[in-house]
């Protein structure tokens, strides 16, 4: 069970919110005082904060423990991510982001599905690996206190143009198809001269000897990288080929799996790419409807029952008595957008009116005229007029170039935003094994 509980926590370790006291009245005298080793901003990381997020990790690969680096990288990069996190926390709350017990339960909801088991299973789960469930739920809180503020930030600054998408879907480099993905960076810090650019080069040529010389790929990036998904061995997972940086995508387009690259130069960085798996778009071909419909709305004047019989009797007028279907949709249908029409919905997509019609749909034939039957909006009586099959592979290839420009635009932006909020922050490693080598004790301007 402690394996379980650690594999859905490795996300959550690097943000445990620790309420340790550095004094704590009823602690057993030969227990060790808590002690602060680090300073962010007006916020502290305690040595409790940072050990229980580094045993999070190390249960996590109990039994591949030889994949972690060495102890004093491992909480190297802890507290890095403890730092940010942080760093991620103070800006929201100064931005007014507020979670609510509504919010946090459905994410606990989403973890226990997610894991196959009811909340309650989740709680009991997480107390007998020894944890505190309102400390998972706090974890929780934070993760989407920060997923919010990336939102927002992402919202505010990335736009795509439908000429930025006929550009990619033109242009001689753009690509097709999808390739699994695994990384390691090694980033240069904002301002860093020829001898700090030297010093990260220097460090990926040598965690490219070590791959040659054997070690995992996986293990390689616990060791080297400095990516937030370093912990989780850089997997990237499956990504459009479009989704990929121009700079890259060619060297990837010429990898076989299993292959690694040389160390590519990044605008953050070294990066060093495994491609995992590779496989082609297929044409996407869509079943669409042709149909149309009746809706009763109940209102003021009148109630849920009347409508059902209202419904009940149209039905009855169109299949028994054969009345133009059209006709009676002119004249009593309630849905605006189709009732002038005689209600024709057009050609559409199965579930583009909804999970309720889809189901109707499904289980009809051609010309067949439904029940009366109830949804949000009212009761409906539903004709399916026609299928066929339309080839979406262009529209399918406008959606995935517009995402993939979007989801490159929100990670460039994003990483700027963090890194611009890391130099303006102040930052103090009290710890010395704690800093990495070269660094200094503090790190931006002072409030």
Known sequence: MKQLIASF????????????????????ASRPLDRIVAVVNDDVILQSELDSAVRSIQQQYAGHSEQLPPMNVLQQQVLDRLVLMKLQLQKAGDQGVRISNADVDQAVANVAQQNKLTPDQLRTAVEQSGDSFAAFREQLADQITVQRLHDSVVHDSVTVTDSEIDNLLNSPTYKAGEVHLAHIQISIPGGADAAAIQASQAKAEQAIAAIRGGMDFHAAAIRYSDAPDALDGGDLGWRRLDEIPPAFADTVDSMKPGEVSAALRGPTGFHILKLIDQRKSDRSMVTEFHARQILIKPSELVTPAQA????????????????????????????????????DMGWFAQDQWGSIIARQLDGMKDNEVSQPFQSEAGWHILQRLGTRQSDQTVQRARDQARQAIGNRKADQAYDDYLRDLRANAYINILVPELRETGSQAATGTSP
Not at 20 to 25: F, H
């Open 9 to 28: 926590l490795l996300a959550l370790a690097i943000m445990v919110p620790v309420h340790a006291q550095l004094l704590t009245p009823n602690a057993p």
């Open 308 to 343: 059902q019989q209202k419904a009940q009797d149209l039905y009855n007028r169109i299949v028994n008595k054969h009345e133009d279907f059209a006709t009676l949709a002119k004249e009593y249908s309630k849905d605006d957008t189709t009732a002038n029409v005689g209600g």
